[in-house]
């Protein structure tokens, strides 16, 4: 303690380093500020040619910053603090820069995003919903245009076209879950001009904790419809909701959020499924292989019934189940959670039952960002998780000091035996706040638990003035009214405001003590246009400073009164999002206090510490309305936090063990099918496969150092009829004299490459070539998917070997290698039997269907089950149509034919305009 007194804190020591180098920026200030508009445009040019020259990032750093902070004073009006300098170094440098709320992270980032751009490899900017993506690349963006940089926004619904320009741009903005769904995207193509993303050289995350940390146990999947099995799903509905009406059928785990039927359970949905004929006749029971895909679906339901919650997990809009983000509270559009649990959900609710998807190519958060050569970050909370970010993502957390000194007050949490003394408790500090004209902030966990406290507010009772009165104005903010969110945010700062929010983090907007003159603006011109009046400039400037002056007037009010009151009503699981909580007042130096009120029935302590704490209170002899308060009780909670946190951080590391085995599988396929893809004569390629694919038949049937007795000559027979299109006499070969498997092999490849030969010339090479190509690329993906498919159902069954003393990670690693070997030799065998056997008809196809939708996935944050995007890949994309197009509906090989192609029929048309055409 006495040399951390003495030199400072690691941290501290790190700070001071960058801060000297913020030194320099400030020295070149006067000098930029003498410059042109015009001059300092041509700075950029100037640092992209002394690059060239063989000048470092690093040592451009200094003067690139000061160039950024110029530009931005003169298009958005706003100067870098020196803490912001510091920041932007952090970040250039691959770390994580926690700032708190309100010291301006959008702005540091443009530092880093500039220096990093010059090299002409592209930047991605990486945030948390595509309103901030726009509203970044828009606001950020003044300050890349004026300096000669182009700036793209990649949100969803963008067709492939406007995706590809996003990503040439110089700095390119978007939300993880699209660029992670764009490079899944970019391997399912069949042509390289079809791949938008052009390399993966440096990201800035926001919200870093968010992304990588909460969104990190859920892996990006896109998928494909399945079969239609709704009134499957009613049935089993129906029998689980009749059985968990008797507790002992069940066990809850309520800290694993688990549940599981008991013997009597299993027993008596046996019984049920058997009288409703949901059994396989002659199966042996429940367990029996033959009814897994029952027990399946009875788990699920069970699930859906009993661990996800309306108004809490999910909500009902328009009669479609639609996700709730626990770290957000905003609604998820489009997501849903694979494996039958939201088609569960769905007939809980009487929903639509939508169909399910198969997974069609997938990957991790926490890989896909591992594919960047330099990865960092930014939030108001990371230092918690501090050993995560540098164990997984070699990422260092640096606390960048705030601009203006701290005045936030926390108090110690207040805690009472019941939730209704709590809620009483919370009423009576609302009406202190609205009373005393302090703005106040509560915080709550769920849209059920907002809105209840909404009703109370709306009864209660309280002096004002020296006169009774009922109800509390007050506005809630919640994903039922996600919409009106930045109205909401905007006037959460005004003196005496009541705002109830599920969640705040990853807003992404200030709560400005007197409110946001931009918003004002904006309702005033939205009036006078409904009053039929166009505003004009001179309006706009007269009204702004009247606007300007309210806001002074008012933001004196509110902090005469305190500042911004945080009062959170539960404590989360993660330390961080109460952090991100607190963090929403006391920005800028601004006065403003923050208390959590809790009771001994919340969800965390009824869990960890309920039975415990509820019997001290009684010991203590605490009074009906009396709450607990004591820094000991505070450390009890954040203990039971950090077991919560630990136990998700285990979960995140399993999952990635277990990824990392498939990540150097799904690098590999990947790389070689764009090399494939991007190559224009696959003839050796195709020749290799042909070649060990007669190797493979050889040894299997006629093994080395095996006499000609053990041959297996007419399997050896079958084989070559089935992937060579052979009919050769394989059993006289056998039967001569002498001769050896070698011989046998040399003849069989001698016949194959002269039907090559024969195929190519009757095809023409040109077509060939496109018929290699194609059916590679195809078979590939065929495989590929399998393949995904079997490491699914092995990664569900893996656990078990534990019960024979072995390590499921091994046994993984060893199965997924095994799998993957026999992917490799099947995508031989199917390759070389598709242009050995394949037969070339030309008739006039069908008209074809409407192409399918295909879904992408990202699992849900809360549970780690699969919570998938719904929604069409980007018009235009010519794999989606191509896949749409049933294989029945043109003649054999057809379907292969890449959409630019010339059209097989002869017509001279390219494919897509012929007989490729779609209606």
Known sequence: MFFQRLFGSSPDRKVKAFQARAAKINALEPQLEALSDEALR????????RLAKGETLDELLEEAFAVVREASKR?????????????????????????????????????????????????????????????????MGQIYRFLGMSVGVIVHGLSQGQRKAAYQADITYGTNNEFGFDYLRDNLVYEAEEMVQRGHNFVIVDEVDSILIDEARTPLIISGPTEDRSEFYKTIDVLVKELIKDPDNFDLDEKQRQVLLTEVGSERIEEMLEQSGHLEEDSAGLYDPANVSAVHHVNQALRANILYTRDKDYIIRAGEVILIDEFTGRMMQGRRLSEGLHQAIEAKEGARVQPENQTLASVTIQNYFRLYKKLSGMTGTASTEAQEFGDIYKMEVVEIPTNRPVSRVDEDDEVYRTAAEKNQAILKQIADCYVRGQPILVGTVSIEKSELLSELLKTHVFEHEGQTRTGIPHNVLNARYHEQEALIVADAGVPGAVTIATNMAGRGTDIQLGGSIDMRLSRWREEQLGLGIEPDAEAYAVRRQEIEAEIVELKEKALAAGGLYVLGTERHESRRIDNQ????????????????????????LRIFAGDRLDSIMR?????????????????????????VEQRNYEIRKNLLKYDDVVNDQRKAVFEQRQEFM????????????????????????????????????????????????????????????????????????????????????MLSPER?????????????????????????????VIGLRGYGQRDPLNEYKTEAFSLFEKLLTDLRHNVTKWMMTVVIQEEQPPPPPQPERLVEVHLDPLTGENAATAGALPSGMSRDQR?????????????????????????????????????
């Not at 926690?98 to 900017?125: D, F, I, Q, S, W």
């Open 42 to 49: 041509g700075k950029t040019e100037e640092f992209r040619a």
């Open 75 to 139: 298009t958005i009006g706003l100067r870098h603090f020196d803490v912001q300098m510091v920041g932007g170094m952090v970040l250039h440098r691959g770390g994580i820069s926690e700032m708190r709320t309100g010291e301006g992270k959008t702005l540091v980032a443009t530092l880093p995003v500039y220096l990093n751009a010059l090299e002409g490899k592209g930047v991605h900017a990486i945030t948390v919903n595509d309103y901030l993506a726009q509203r970044d690349a828009e606001w």
């Open 581 to 604: 909580l607190r963090g929403r007042t006391g920005r800028q130096g601004d006065p403003g206090r923050s208390k959590f009120f809790l009771s001994c029935e919340d969800d965390l």
């Open 619 to 643: 010991t203590f002899g605490v009074q009906e309305g009396e709450a607990i308060t004591h820094k000991w009780l505070n450390g009890a909670i954040a203990t039971a936090q950090k077991k």
């Open 678 to 761: 991007e190559a224009e004569d696959l003839t050796e390629v195709i020749a290799e496969m042909r070649a060990d694919t007669i190797e493979d038949m050889v040894e299997r049937h006629m093994p080395p150092k095996a006499y000609a007795e053990q041959w297996d000559v007419e399997g050896l027979d079958e084989r070559v009829r089935e992937l060579l299109g052979l009919d050769l006499p394989i059993r006289e070969w056998a039967a001569e004299d002498g001769i050896a498997n070698e011989e046998i092999h040399q003849r069989i490849t001698e016949a194959a490459e002269a039907r090559a030969a024969e195929r190519e010339v």
């Open 768 to 796: 060939m070539r496109l018929l290699e190509k194609s059916f590679l690329l195809q078979t590939i993906d065929l495989q590929w998917r399998e393949h995904l498919m079997h490491l699914d159902h092995l990664r569900n």
């Open 883 to 919: 896949e749409a197009l049933p294989i029945s509906s043109l003649p054999a090989g057809w379907e292969q034919t890449g959409r630019n192609a010339a059209c097989p029929c002869g017509s001279g048309k390219k494919f897509k305009h012929c007989h490729g055409a779609l209606v």
